[in-house]
């Protein structure tokens, strides 16, 4: 069992690196023909169609990012634990194991422990091409920790400890022990704006989109999906 869970988590990691490629530009579609890992098995997803009408990818794009999640994931399924193996290759110098864990809780629309192909092209979707208002929503419930329509400034420290933990040694200038309390304390006093000690999700699209600043703090966000 142990063997074959190693096993598993070696071939999702080679399938993280290849999304991770592809999506910054670093592959080129035309290689994925010579890819002999990728090309091997054509599949096709059930409900293409209708993922083409609720993302933002174009067929070809969506047949290359389900091939490669299908051919190491026969399953089709991604378990938090394997999660959080795949997101701590690409943050070696910190522990991100927390973080991953909050953004896992993002992907799993259904709540049943896992993430679908579906459930990740989804909100791939949304965090590359969505528009401003999509990708902020999708950042409240990344926030929302326990998904009742309010940030505490209790849960936007988790999240904020949760990414200075896992950049570790990557953030320059260095950040003091309590960064992330000044971080918190700085978008409630601009977001909280009727005091009551939570942000709503329409505080929290208003002060984004008219404060500069926050827009620029929430690209923190941005690179660490």
């Known amino acids: 069992m142990g063997h074959r869970r190693r096993r598993c988590k070696r071939r999702l990691l080679r399938v993280a690196r290849y999304l991770h490629r592809w999506l910054t530009g670093t592959l080129v579609e035309d290689s994925v023909v010579e890819d002999g890992e990728l090309s091997t098995v054509c599949y096709r997803p059930e409900g293409l169609d209708q993922l083409l009408q609720q993302t933002k990818f174009t067929r070809r794009e969506l047949q290359i990012l389900y091939r490669g999640f299908k051919n190491e994931c ?17 943050f070696p110098q910190g522990d991100s194991s927390t973080y991953a864990h909050f953004l896992f809780e993002a992907f799993d629309t259904h709540k049943n422990g896992s993430v679908s192909f579906e459930d990740f092209v989804t909100g791939l979707s949304i965090i590359l091409r969505g528009s401003v208002t999509e990708k902020l ?10 998904k009742d329509g309010f940030i505490t400034k209790e849960e936007m420290t988790d ?30 006093q601009k977001m909280d704006k ?9 505080e929290f699209l208003e002060s984004c989109q008219k404060d ?10 941005d690179n660490v999906i």
């Open 74 to 90: 026969p399953s089709g399924l991604v378990d938090e634990e394997t999660f959080k193996f795949i997101y701590s290759q690409f």
């Open 137 to 146: 929503n999708w950042a409240f419930n990344l926030y929302d920790l326990n």
């Open 159 to 188: 999240i904020m400890s949760s990414i200075y933990d896992m950049m570790g040694t990557c953030t320059y200038p260095c950040m003091q022990n309590d960064a992330p309390k000044e971080h918190v304390d700085n978008f409630f």
């Open 194 to 202: 009727n005091k009551d000690g939570v942000v709503t999700i329409e």
């Open 212 to 221: 500069e600043n926050i827009m620029q703090s929430m690209h923190l966000f």
